[in-house]
């Protein structure tokens, strides 16, 4: 790994003399003693670090004896006269090679004496019979060539100036440096330039001529096996010199004209390229396609010789010149960093060391390099080279790849494919010329019969002509054999370059012959060709980023080009004789044909043209009576997109759309048209499947590629129309299908006068029976009513249709609907009410108001629960919908609260409560209409609990009108107030399921009657009243908690101290006094009013009733009874809490939900038996009001002091709570606070760190180390010496306590000192100072340290948290910040500190 070479790279360069010559000595001792294959890469870590740092002392000590030693070895294994090694022989020359591939790369000017040896060990090396031998005699050939003639740093190692040499910087240190030094850098000089010439004569062009003889040889295919391993090994030796040369090799000879400018060539042979270029082309022929091995390496050293020989960029001389760019400025003047540090105050900023600088740069210049040669267009000095300017020895090495890469062997094909790409990056005008041989080869054809050459001229009309031909042959349906199986996949996989294909989809004619030749090659194949076919289509579907229909309409186009409104009507010709079965064969299209043609015509479509357009639709609209899954879906998007989406966009239809219009009257017209299309969507419907989101996630991923690419299509090319905008946590398993009812309201409102009679008859019979029986008839059903309520359609003119038998059917059907489809039919008249919202006229009006009548028409007495659950997922579903066509010009921001409010709600010393908005709610003993939580059920104007003002000012029944000029806002309004009204009563129902969905839809009837007040300006005062009684119920239960645990705490019994409260209010009534309580326990945020207390007292004997004192167990049927309701009651207040956080309306209800934090608290931690069930609930609540967005000052401060009031609760729980809380928000919220708040927060921190119960004491120390990390450093330094003072004196007194007993006197005074600060608690606070340092030791770390080891020996909780402190510190803290704390405590305060290891288990880290 790259850390371990510079690891070791460093520790060879920072060495003295003598002993870097003794660890040299012993590395090759040991690396020319051995052969150990496991640790090859490891050794070639060590020896390249070695001569990194002294390349002349490596030559004499380890590569003049590895030379000898390999002469001895190949000398040897020549003399055998083998025609294979032993593995024996082939491990040690395997070693040996690595080892001086790591030893020749930075040797430099110290090989050249060496340099005659170096050529005849790997002329010998070559001549052995064994790949791997010449594998690795190639990569010693690649090093030596590129370290002879590349540029690298020196000193990349060196020390720092006036340093110790011997000492390594940290990883970030702050030295300063005297001067600017930046690396020097290898220089090839001439002799190693002449050295490297000679290696490219010798190993290069030398074996590329053998090459070429070879290849001209009569009989070379009969004798091939004798001369296999020869051409191999020649073909290593030039793969080594070529990897190796790089850009320092001369560029293909050009054309006359065309040479550019040729930058960075350092050696001086002209042609070598094209030499070696036509040597491998002469021998594609003569190898057998069946020697995979030696095609490999062919195409490998192809690669070699075409991809880095740019003649724009010299990845030698440009790189060199951007890394010494890159490093000038890799060590700080000394003056300047002395002028910063002068100006700003501040210290010299963290450095990095020089050596890894450098090493960063490095990779820089070789990604730099790597992308400049590969692709040379990124660069801006290369312009893109036209097609003429390619070399003609490299456009034949791209035809003999393309040949390569269309043959039948996978792994040839799949290397040549890579040699192809890297060409195609360095010549992109190679790719126009690519493309119609590909696509001849898709189609399983091939120019003239032979090997495919590149079309200089590009796609042609004649070409283009030929394609569609084929696409329109039926012969194209008949089986393929191998080869042309091999020719189609070799095509597909090769037209996914990326060069390719961008070519494809910016050229029009390349479009259009890319589409016409991959329809045409659909047919009855092999199983993967298949496949790779349908991949192409999924890959071309994905990659148009613009279809040309879009592209030419951004031109200013009125039509389509030429080529593509030819090939639109061909593909309709097509589509016309395409099967309704995917069963069907013969002399028919072949169905996949068919579906990629009706992609196309998606892509190309809808055309201005009214003929064009009427056609594709009436092809479309006959489609969706076809079997074939996948076409049907297609047409359900395209459908989605022609036909008319609203009333107003059909009025203002042109000639394309009337067409369009009269295509759909002539298919309803149809006999059994309706009820065929009606039928087929139930075919393969979700709901015939499980009925789980996973399921569905299976059946999509196991779906074939074919209906991917469609239903792929249809989302991509009409993503912007999504429906709907805010979807409900709950549609993740319903069976509702958008594009299905888009498809009957497109219908309904092209032929208004056919759908209500072509449909009425199969949606009755689909409807007439057990939904159970035929769920997919059902939910197919549900969406053909939901697209014919959104048109409108049916409450045209005097309604009849909907008075007759639509409304009829839809009540029916809904009431017969099964629990688990609620929630299609609740999506359906969702759509209903989108269309009709967003309609106008008469008649969207009116039947916006009758589904919402219908929404809102409550349940009969007696109802089973499951149809109250179906009628609230209706209201959940119309409210979410009626805020979604409202927010479009809404402000989403809640407005901030007046300072009346604020003054209310802090001071609340009145017994009725001010709302958010300034108007007063009334207790149920002061207003008959008002609704209370008090009483046994809970309903609307009876003095119960959960109610709403009906009568604000500015408003008629508490709830705002719409906008001037909304048809569905009195409809709207109607509903909000009904729900409103209704919702006391909905939350008194017993079930708890039932429960979760109330408070859901209370969830959006509260955003919706916020919005519609933001909107008119007016207040919403139903909302307030609605919060302010939810408020109540959790007050009233934190009260009751409070007391029951107070009562457990102090002996006396639950029955005792309910009793003492009795006496102290008189009676305990359901609607009476409030029990005596803490005032710190209730909320003072808004008071509870007399006729919102509920009274949860529990008792194991008896219960505190209504009228009543204590209730006995001969009582204990009614007390149970009202024990359940109050549960009940909370547990609805803290489900609406959770719906309405997690619907993400916070931000909207911010104010009303802001006060519910107080006893909210207080209801953490329930171990009431009645209550448990409820604590899970509870902290769920609390955790999500962590997220309520506080997005102003005041809010901020009011949440502040809410924080202040729940620290003094009575309840441990709720004081740990708080703390809790506190820090979240004191993590999102500080930059909100004012200095004076932030302080008193900090503030309220260290005080709970005195509170007696241990827990609360442990959360407060977490809670102030994180309140200190964000202090204002002064204020941080103060709260620690005031810890370290009170720890010190607490101390103190502790010794003096300890002499005092054992002279047996008094102890004469408190363990608290430092200002009231007990011991404990400043040992937790200097326990929080150190946990806000957990990695790093800061300047006044060690002395905290030592104070805290002197309490360490203090008994009790002090002296264990003290030891857990110092536990903590050494557990988190890395070695070297021990150490660095140890160089500075010392050895003594060091063991000090050591010494108590002891401490419990946990820190604040």
């Not at 996973?694 to 999509?700: I, N, P, T, V, W």
């Amino acid at each position: 790994p790259a850390p371990c070479r510079q690891v070791m790279e460093l520790l060879f360069s920072r060495l003295a003399p003598g002993p870097r010559r003794r660890a040299i000595a012993q590395v090759a001792r040991w690396a020319t003693t051995t052969t150990l294959a496991s640790v090859a890469d490891e050794a070639s870590v060590v020896v390249h670090a070695a001569v990194n740092a002294d390349p002349a002392l490596v030559c004499e000590l380890l590569l003049l004896p590895l030379l000898g030693r390999l002469e001895d070895e190949l000398a040897s294994a020549a003399a055998a006269g083998s025609d294979q090694l032993s593995k024996a022989q082939q491990a040690s020359l395997r070693w040996d090679l690595g080892l001086l591939r790591a030893v020749v790369y930075f040797m430099g000017p110290h090989l050249l004496p060496s340099a005659a040896r170096l050529i005849a060990l790997l002329q010998s090396a070559f001549s052995i019979p064994s790949r791997d031998v010449h594998e690795a005699a190639s990569c010693v050939l690649s090093d030596a060539l590129a370290g002879t003639t590349s540029f690298y740093p020196l000193d990349q190692f060196a020390p720092v100036p006036g340093g110790d040499p011997e000492a390594f910087e940290p990883w970030r240190t702050k030295h300063r440096w005297a001067e600017h030094t930046p690396p020097k850098w290898h220089h090839p000089s001439d002799a190693e330039l002449e050295f490297a010439n000679g290696l490219v004569d010798t190993l290069l062009l030398g074996p590329a001529r053998q090459l070429a003889a070879i290849a001209g040889e009569p009989d070379v295919g009969a004798a091939w096996m004798v001369r296999r391993g020869r051409v191999r090994a020649l073909l290593w030796c030039c793969e080594g010199v070529l990897s190796g040369a790089r850009t320092m090799l001369p560029d293909f000879h050009q054309r006359s004209g065309l040479e550019g400018e040729r930058i960075g060539q350092l050696l001086d042979w002209a042609g070598a390229r094209d030499t070696v270029g036509e040597a491998l082309l002469a021998l594609f022929p003569v190898i057998p396609q069946s020697d995979a091995e030696t095609l490999r390496i062919l195409v490998q050293t192809i690669e070699r010789l075409m991809a880095p020989s740019s003649d724009v960029y010299a990845a030698h001389v440009g790189s060199r010149q951007v890394c010494m760019a890159l490093t000038a400025d890799c060590c700080e003047n000394y003056d300047h960093t002395l002028a910063i540090e002068a100006a700003t105050g501040a210290g010299l900023r963290p450095r990095i060391p020089r050596w890894l600088l450098v090493e960063r740069s490095l990779v820089e210049m070789f990604r730099r390099a790597a992308a400049a040669g590969r692709a040379p267009a990124t660069s801006p000095a290369c312009p893109v080279a036209p097609l003429a300017a390619v070399p003609p020895t490299y456009k034949a090495l791209v035809e003999a790849l393309l040949g390569l890469a269309l043959g039948p062997f996978r792994t040839e094909a799949s290397s040549a494919r890579g040699a192809l790409k890297h060409a195609l990056k360095r010549f992109p005008a190679l790719a126009p010329a690519l493309l119609p041989p590909l696509l001849l080869a898709l189609v399983g054809k091939t120019e003239g019969g032979g090997i495919p050459r590149l079309a200089d001229e590009g796609i042609t009309p004649q070409l283009l002509e030929r394609l569609r031909a084929e696409m329109l042959s039926s012969s194209a349906d008949a089986r393929d054999d191998l080869i042309t199986e091999g020719l189609i996949q070799g095509a597909v996989s090769t037209l996914q370059l990326r060069p390719l294909f961008r070519v494809i989809n910016r050229s029009t004619a390349a479009f259009g012959a890319a589409s016409a030749a991959a329809v045409a090659a659909c047919r009855e194949g092999g199983a993967a060709t298949t496949a790779a076919v349908t991949e192409l289509f999924f890959v071309l579907v994905i990659r148009v980023i613009r279809t040309p229909r879009m592209r030419a309409a951004q031109m200013g186009l009125c039509h389509l080009p030429m080529e593509l409104a030819d090939l639109f009507n061909d593909l309709q010709n097509l589509v016309a004789s395409a099967p309704s079965s995917e069963a069907a064969s013969g002399g028919v299209v072949h169905w996949r044909k068919a579906l990629f043609a009706d992609v196309l015509l998606l892509l190309l479509s809808p055309l201005p043209a009214p003929e064009a357009a009427g056609a594709q639709a009436a092809h479309m609209l006959a489609t969706l009576t076809c079997d074939v899954t996948a076409r049907r879906n297609l047409a359900y998007a395209a459908l989605g997109g022609y036909l008319p989406a609203s009333p107003q966009e059909a009025a203002q239809q042109g000639e394309s759309g009337r067409a369009i219009c009269a295509a759909a009257e002539a298919a309803l017209q149809c006999p059994g048209f309706a009820k065929e299309a009606l039928k087929l969507m139930a075919h393969a419907h979700p709901a015939s499947k499980s009925d789980t989101s996973a399921s569905k996630r299976l059946e999509q991923a196991l779906a074939s590629r074919d209906e991917a690419a469609a239903r792929w299509l249809g989302s991509f090319y009409w993503r912007l129309d999504t429906w709907p905008a805010r979807p409900a946590a709950e549609q993740e398993g319903t069976y509702f299908i958008v594009s299905q009812a888009k498809l009957w309201r497109g219908l309904a409102l092209a032929a208004p006068g056919q759908v209500l009679a072509a449909i009425k008859a199969p949606l009755q019979a689909a409807l007439s029976g057990s939904q159970d029986d035929d769920r997919p008839a059902t939910s197919s059903a549900s969406e053909a009513l939901a697209g014919l309520l959104a048109s409108g359609v049916p409450f045209r003119g005097d309604a009849a249709p909907w008075e007759e038998w639509l409304g009829p059917l839809l009540t029916s059907a809904m009431a017969a609907a099964p629990l688990d489809l609620a929630d299609s039919w609740a999506l359906a008249l969702r759509f209903g009410v989108n269309g009709l919202g967003e309609a106008t006229g008469d008649g969207a009006a009116r039947g916006l108001a009758a589904l919402l009548h219908i929404i809102a028409t409550p349940t009969a007495p007696g109802a089973p629960s499951s149809a109250v659950i179906k009628r609230l997922r209706l209201l959940h579903h119309a409210l979410l919908e009626l805020s979604t066509l409202q927010v479009s010009e809404s402000h989403r921001e809640a407005p901030q609260p007046s300072a009346s409010s604020m003054a209310d709600e802090d001071n609340n010393q009145h017994s009725n409560s001010t709302t958010a908005n300034g108007h007063k709610t009334h207790s149920s003993t002061e207003t008959a209409g008002g609704a209370s939580l008090n009483g046994g059920a809970i309903s609307s104007g009876n003095g119960n609990g959960i109610g709403i003002d009906r009568n604000g000012p500015g408003s008629e029944g508490g709830v705002s009108g719409g906008r001037e000029g909304d048809t569905w806002a009195p409809a709207a309004a109607e509903l909000l107030q009904e729900v409103l009204e209704e919702l006391p009563a909905l939350a008194a129902l017993p079930s708890e399921a039932i429960q979760e969905e109330v408070a859901r839809v209370a969830a959006a009837a509260c955003s919706l009657a916020v919005t519609r007040s933001l909107e008119s300006g007016t207040d919403a005062p139903a909302v307030s009243t609605f919060c302010a009684s939810v408020q109540a119920v959790l007050q009233t239960s934190a009260a009751f908690v409070q007391q029951y645990v107070s009562g457990a705490a102090d002996g006396s019994g639950e029955t005792s101290q309910l009793s003492a409260a009795g006496g102290q209010t008189g009676r305990m009534e359901m609607t009476g006094v409030t029990p005596s309580v803490t005032p710190s326990v209730v909320s003072d945020e808004v008071s509870m009013e007399e006729g919102d207390r509920a009274t949860l007292a529990r008792a194991e004997d008896g219960f505190v009733g209504k009228n009543q004192g204590v209730v006995g167990m001969d009582q204990g049927v009614s007390g149970k009874h009202q024990v359940a309701e109050a549960t009940q009651r909370l547990g609805f207040a803290l489900a609406f809490l959770k719906k309405t956080l997690h619907s993400g309306e916070g931000a909207l209800l911010r104010d009303h939900l802001l006060p519910f934090l107080p006893p909210l608290l207080q209801l953490q931690e329930l171990k009431l038996p009645e209550l448990q069930r409820l604590e899970l609930a509870s902290k769920t609540a609390l955790a999500m009001l962590k997220y309520l967005p506080l997005a102003s000052t005041a809010a901020a401060s009011r949440a502040a002091h809410m924080v202040e009031g729940g620290a003094g609760a009575p309840l441990w729980t709720a004081r740990g709570a708080t703390l809790s809380w506190a820090q979240y928000f004191w993590f999102r919220h500080v930059f909100l606070l004012p200095p004076q708040e932030s302080k008193c927060l900090l503030d309220l921190a260290e005080r709970m760190l005195g509170d007696p119960k241990m827990e609360v004491a442990d959360v407060a120390a977490a809670t102030l180390s994180g309140f200190l990390r964000a202090a204002p450093p002064a204020a941080a330094a103060a709260a620690r010496a005031r810890y370290m003072a009170a720890v010190q004196d607490g101390m103190a007194s502790h010794r003096l306590k300890r002499r005092r007993r054992k002279d047996g006197l008094a102890d004469g005074q408190s363990d608290s000192a430092g200002g009231g600060m007990g011991l404990h608690a400043a040992v937790l606070g200097l326990q929080a100072a150190a946990a806000t340092a957990p990695y790093h030791v800061p300047d006044w770390l060690p002395d905290l340290l030592v104070t805290v080891a002197g309490a360490a020996s203090a008994p009790g909780a002090a002296g264990k948290a003290a030891r857990a402190t110092l536990a903590s510190f050494r557990r988190t803290h890395e070695p070297a910040a021990l150490l660095e704390a140890r160089t500075r405590l010392g050895e003594d305060r060091w063991e000090a500190i050591t010494e108590f290891e002891g401490g419990r288990e946990g820190g604040f880290a």
